[in-house]
């Protein structure tokens, strides 16, 4: 009897190759469309679920995202001190420059230098030679103030040269430097203080050797070794007629908050003026990025959770109650007057900041210019008190983004979601290959029976026509 050589003995890859031999069905085809008809429901059911939770992590991430950038903005505003800038102007900056930080007050100076501080700079008396012959042995002690320290000279190197490096290259070296200047036949030692004030002059001792670094030596009984080029001074200004020294050009200590940079001295009796202001335009600054930043938080709510009917596509959080909890609570916060201002200004709307239809943000900037002008402090608390609006909205947003808040109680209950979606997913794969294999297997069998009795048939056809064969040669 003829047999089919075909086999499916190689697990589900072998059965399938082996379909349709008896049949000529394509089995493979047909199992697959089987599978797909009894599983559909599940698996569109599944993609959907997944879909619709990657869609809703996403959104919360988009509204975590910009309550952290509408909180950044807020930094800069939820506080009374935040509004404390100053500006501060020289009235000739040829003179001196000034700069000013929260603690100075509003005010107006008249500003009077008659010295600057300068730092000591001495040049040697003229010493034979390039610099390169040696002049002594021994240790040159310098003093740059209260500071010292030591170069020590041996034979090799006893040169001006040498000595120059020494200094400059002393890693305790407070601030002298050593430069040598030449001249025909001569060269002479230059020493400079980086420091300045009176307190900060140069001396220079030494010690042992054989006595040949004398002629360096600086101090109150050797004042003729060296020529004073310029001398250690403070510097001396007068503020409101008050008479301030300093050991340096930058002022700090003066006004309380300023620092003023010395340039020049001014003409005798004729003081330059100084005027420290509220820096408003700094505040308004930022408040325009406040209002900026909280107009593309809305614009982010709204995305997600409005229903738009012209496309009929609903946002991702359209409905949900963390969403509409933030929303409501910003707005709210926004259209209320702050309590602990007792004045006609003490909204935002006061200061000419109008929500819009779409729950958007309006400034008004001369309103509000105007506000600062009248009542620089009033709109300060109406913004930064702790009742204030900035404040009181920046204690919100600070909630909304800490762990075991609304929102990171969505993100948990999403992400285990996610988790029950994908074991689903596998659940639905399983399934799905289980009823494959019960289908592959009644098709092979199937299979094997069509196949067989094709064979049986195409046996007892030829046996039929052999004995025909027979009884007709008989």
């Known amino acids: 009897m003829a047999t089919s050589t075909t086999s499916a003995t190689s ?57 952290a950038t509408f909180q950044s903005a ?86 001006l040269n040498a000595i120059r490096d020494a200094i400059n290259n002393a890693t305790d070296n407070p601030g002298i430097s050593a430069t040598i200047v030449h001249s025909g036949e001569t060269s002479q030692l230059v020493l400079s203080s980086s420091v300045t004030g009176a307190v900060n002059t140069i001396s220079v001792a030494t010690s042992g050797g054989n006595g040949g670094l004398g002629s360096l030596v600086y101090d109150a009984s050797h004042l003729t070794n060296y020529t004073q080029l310029q001398g250690a001074q403070d510097a001396s200004i007068k503020i409101a007629g008050v008479t301030v020294t300093s050991a340096k050009n930058a002022v700090t200590t003066a006004i309380d908050g300023v620092t003023l940079n010395l340039l020049a001295t001014t003409a005798a009796d004729t003081p330059v003026s100084l005027t420290v202001a509220n820096d408003t335009n700094t505040v308004i600054n ?51 007057p702050v309590p602990s201002v007792n004045s006609k200004i003490n909204t935002l709307a006061s200061l000419g900041i109008t929500t819009n239809k779409d729950g958007t943000l309006t400034l008004d900037a001369s309103k509000l210019n105007s506000a600062l002008s009248s009542g620089f402090n009033t709109v300060s608390a109406v913004f930064g008190a702790s009742d204030g609006v900035a404040a009181v909205l920046s204690k919100f947003v600070d909630g909304q983004l800490a762990s075991g808040s609304s929102i990171d109680a969505r993100n948990k209950t999403l992400a285990t979601r996610q988790k029950q979606v994908v074991q689903q997913q596998a659940a639905v794969s399983a399934r799905q290959q289980k009823i494959k294999d019960r289908y592959t297997a009644q098709f092979t069998a199937m299979d094997k029976a069509l196949a067989t009795m094709q064979q049986t048939s195409s046996y007892l056809t030829q046996q039929f026509t052999n004995l025909a064969k027979m009884l007709n040669g008989s």
């Open 11 to 67: 697990g589900t890859g072998g059965v399938l190759s082996s379909l349709g031999v008896g049949s000529g069905i394509d089995i493979n085809s047909l199992v697959t469309q089987l599978v797909t008809a009894e599983t559909q429901p599940d698996t569109a059911r599944v993609a959907r679920e997944s879909s619709q939770v990657a869609t809703q992590l996403t959104a919360v991430g988009q509204l975590k995202g910009a309550l």
């Open 74 to 159: 807020l930094s800069s505003i939820n506080s009374q001190s935040d509004f404390q800038v100053k500006s501060a102007t020289s009235a000739d900056d040829k003179i001196f420059t000034v700069s000013a930080n929260s603690a100075a007050a509003a005010g107006k100076y008249q500003i009077e230098i008659s010295r600057l501080a300068t730092a000591q700079q001495l040049r040697s008396t003229p010493i034979a030679g390039d610099g390169t012959a040696t002049i002594g042995t021994g240790s040159l002690a310098l003093t740059l103030g209260t500071k010292s320290f030591i170069v020590n000279v041996d034979d090799t190197h006893a040169s």
């Open 286 to 336: 930022r408040i325009q990025t406040f209002v900026s930043s909280y107009n593309t938080l809305q614009g982010v709510i709204a995305k997600l959770g409005n229903y738009d009917s012209a496309s009929q596509v609903a946002g991702p959080l359209l409905g949900d109650a963390v969403l509409t909890g933030i929303s409501t609570q910003l707005r709210r916060t926004l259209s209320s």
